[in-house]
């Protein structure tokens, strides 16, 4: 995985001194702790705070659109309740995120840009494939178009996740994920 | 039943959250408005320039966002309330709202500022109406959902009411089931039960057996009154005899005695069978010699068979057998008997022979014979062939019914074999038995019906012996007492055992005999008035006991009571001969 990859590599930079030293301790971190991912250059899209082991600006975890897309990509194709017709969604694992993040969250507070928030609870987010979308039908979301992000499920691939939860979950124009 | 339950309960969730989603995003949209027109405040109150670029980038931020909330997402929402007339207004002046503004909300225009205040307002405006239709909804909704739930709440009681009351009635009616079961149990064990006693009776109706007891009962209950007087009477008619002279007068006597006699052989007939039905009869099994009991036969019914015109033939065997000496005899007296009654010309033929290791005793006669289908019915009490007018000369008709409850008692086979116009032969099987040396004559215990064909009565002196009669019958008494002292007997009476006692003890007189009733007043009894008298004065005065009773528990108790027993009435000689053989015994 890509944020493994940046990890090992800032390890091997260190001098050939503290090498073995700082060896067996990144051996020992990396079993349980990855490095945290590079502050952004670009805007920053999303913002991951509150419970979280590996910040990137201060005690959060800023995410550009090309850290985002540095992530492993998950597309699928599902009817929402805002549009007419099958709509295809591409985005990163929420899981993938938190585990980013060094972050194994019971819940978690999504806000959109229009101040909307709601907590997020359950399982639904590890055991399925629930994303964070930038891409709408092979297309960046703007505003308008309820983007730059929102959080999208599977709905036609797995009927059971059709409740009035997981809709409220699916939160738009997301900017934060405020981890509990 | 239980899914059906956790259904319900689901349904009732779903409905207390339905609706919220919507009435969070009416609560959105109105401060999407909000924001907006704050956004434009904040923009028509800055001063410097790049202050102004800020607040122009947020204003259309927010202007994009309600566009979003609008046109992509309202159609969503508030279709489900597009019956209401004022969401359907708003939608579209909000349409008409963000058409209107759209060319001002772009980076490089610089809107006028008095616009921008219109729009402010506008969009404020909406704001509140969009808050106005949230809390309507927002009630609307809770009051439907209110009522639903209440509903869903009377369903869910309703159906718990009807699942615990389904339960009872399916608990009742397994009990009741149960218990019917239980009751047609025992309603057919009564059935069972009642079926067995039915078939009983229908069996003793059809074998006389009810008809039997009945008259057992009567015959108890009657013999014991009849009793009585002819006790007396034949008391009464012995010590007359020495007071007629005539030779009339004796003749007439001699006539009374032998219609006295006639019915004292009925009444020990019926005493007869109910002795038998009491089961207090001994049987004492012992060899007998046949040619005695044939020659007793013989001497017995030889003056009547003259008399008739009829021949006797008793051939005589030389067999022994071995049974009961008293009852055998009984049976044959009867089957003897019973021939000469019905036979009227030819021979009455008694015989005995060997077969099978068995001894078969043969009475048969040259009589009219019985009809086969007649031959079980002879056995019954008072059944007699050719006797509808029930002629007493020809006795009761136990005769026979005695016969067979001796031969079932001595476990002989009787049979019969006989038809209309042949004769009667009837047959006893009995065991063979060694000869042995026989000296005793044979003697009637039972107080046999030949009582009176003995000679007649030797006058006997009871001079200088003390008698005790006690008796609550003044004519039994008075008889007994009038018999016993032309014997020259001492006599005293007594209507009970606290009389004699009295007398005892006003005269110190001990008596030498007691001879007392059974049944005495009140619930004594002769046993006891013999125990009363023996303490008075302290000595075991011979006594004995004389009953009328014939019933088998009446008679099972006097038996019981281990007295000597006579059995009324009492004949005159039967009396004087028990006194005398018990003074005999005592000397």
């Not at chain 2, 399916?170 to 059935?191: G, H, P, W």
């Not at chain 2, 019914?301 to 055998?328: C, E, K, N, T």
């Amino acid at each position: 995985m890509n944020n493994r990859g940046v990890g090992t590599r800032t390890c091997c930079s260190r001098t050939t001194a503290a090498i073995v030293t700082f060896a067996i301790l990144c051996i020992a971190t990396a079993l349980s702790y990855a490095d945290a991912l590079p502050a952004p250059e670009g805007p920053v899209l999303l913002k991951i705070t509150g419970n979280l082991r590996l910040p990137n600006v201060g005690d959060e975890l800023h995410l550009d659109k090309q850290t985002l897309e540095a992530f492993e990509l998950v597309t699928y194709s599902t009817h929402t309740i805002q549009s007419e017709g099958l709509q295809a969604f591409t985005g990163v694992r929420l899981s993938d995120l938190f585990k980013a993040a060094g972050a194994n969250p019971e819940s978690f507070i999504a806000t959109g840009i229009d101040d909307y928030k709601f907590t997020v609870t359950g399982k639904e987010i590890w055991e399925y494939p629930v994303i964070v979308a930038y891409k709408q039908n092979g297309e960046y979301m703007n505003i308008r178009k309820l983007g730059p992000l929102r959080i999208m499920f599977p709905f036609d691939d797995y009927p059971e996740l059709q409740t009035q939860k997981n809709e409220a979950s699916a939160v738009w124009q997301l900017i934060e994920l405020e981890l509990q | 039943m239980f899914y059906l339950i956790i259904q319900i309960d689901q349904t009732r969730k779903q409905l207390q959250e339905d609706g919220v989603q919507e009435f969070n995003f009416i609560l959105q949209i109105d401060h999407n408005y909000d924001t907006l027109a704050q956004s434009i405040v904040d923009y028509l109150a800055a001063v410097d320039t790049p202050g102004k670029a800020v607040r122009q980038d947020n204003y259309i931020l927010r202007y994009d966002i309600l566009y979003s909330s609008i046109r992509m997402v309202s159609n969503a929402w508030l279709g489900h309330l597009s019956e209401l007339e004022t969401a359907q207004t708003l939608l579209t002046d909000s349409n008409r709202f963000l058409d209107e503004y759209e060319p001002l909300m772009r980076p490089e225009i610089t809107a006028n500022p008095d616009e921008l205040y219109r729009m402010k307002t506008q969009a404020r405006s909406l704001a509140h109406r969009v808050y106005e239709i949230g809390l309507n909804m927002f009630e609307h909704k809770s009051i439907v959902r209110d009522n639903i739930s209440r509903r869903m709440d009377d369903l869910y009681d309703a159906f718990w009411i009807f699942t615990l009351s389904f339960l009872l009635a399916t608990l009742l009616t397994i009990a009741f089931l149960y218990t019917l079961s239980r009751r047609a149990e025992s309603l057919t064990a009564d059935a069972r039960q009642t079926r067995s006693k039915l078939s009983t009776a229908l069996d003793e109706l059809t074998t006389g057996d009810i008809e039997r007891r009945a008259q057992n009962r009567f015959m108890a209950a009657a013999s014991h009154d009849l009793r009585q007087p002819l006790h007396a009477l034949g008391l009464y008619l012995s010590a007359l005899k020495s007071h007629v002279s005539s030779e009339k007068g004796l003749s007439i006597l001699a006539n009374v005695n032998r219609s006295t006699e006639a019915l004292n052989q009925l009444l020990n007939s019926m005493l007869d069978l109910s002795k038998l039905d009491a089961g207090v009869v001994d049987v004492s099994y012992e060899q007998l010699d046949l040619d005695a009991l044939f020659e007793h036969l013989h001497r017995t019914f030889q003056p009547d068979a003259q008399q008739r015109a009829l021949q006797l033939d008793i051939q005589f065997s030389g067999l022994y057998v071995y049974s009961d000496r008293v009852l055998l005899e009984r049976i044959l007296g009867n089957l003897v008997g019973n021939a000469l009654t019905y036979t009227l010309e030819g021979t009455i033929t008694v015989s005995a022979r060997v077969a099978d290791s068995q001894a078969i005793i043969s009475v048969s006669d040259t009589g009219p014979g019985i009809p086969l289908q007649e031959q079980e019915a002879i056995f019954n009490e008072y059944y007699q062939l050719q006797n509808p007018e029930r002629d007493r000369t020809k006795g009761l008709g136990l005769g026979l019914s005695i016969v067979k409850r001796l031969t079932r008692l001595l476990n002989i086979d009787l049979n019969i074999t006989s038809d209309t116009g042949r004769g009667a032969e009837f047959e006893l099987q009995l065991r063979l038995s060694d000869p042995v040396s026989e000296t005793a004559l044979p003697c009637n215990a039972l107080n046999a019906v030949e009582t009176g064909k003995d000679p007649a009565i030797s006058p006997i002196n009871l001079s200088g012996l003390s008698i005790l009669v006690i008796d609550d019958e003044h004519d039994v008494r008075d008889g007994t007492a009038t018999l016993l002292k032309q014997q020259d007997g001492d006599v005293v009476m007594a209507d009970s055992p606290e009389q004699a006692c009295q007398h005892i003890v006003n005269n110190e007189w001990i008596p030498d005999l007691i001879i007392a009733d059974y049944r005495l007043r009140g619930e004594m009894t002769g046993d006891t008035a013999i125990e009363m008298v023996r303490e008075e004065v302290n000595m075991d005065v011979p006594a004995m006991i004389i009953t009328g009773d014939t019933s088998p528990e009446r008679l099972r108790e006097a038996t019981a009571s281990g007295f000597p027993l006579l059995h009324k009435p009492v004949v005159a000689d039967d009396l004087i001969a028990a006194i005398v053989a018990m003074r005999g015994a005592r000397q």
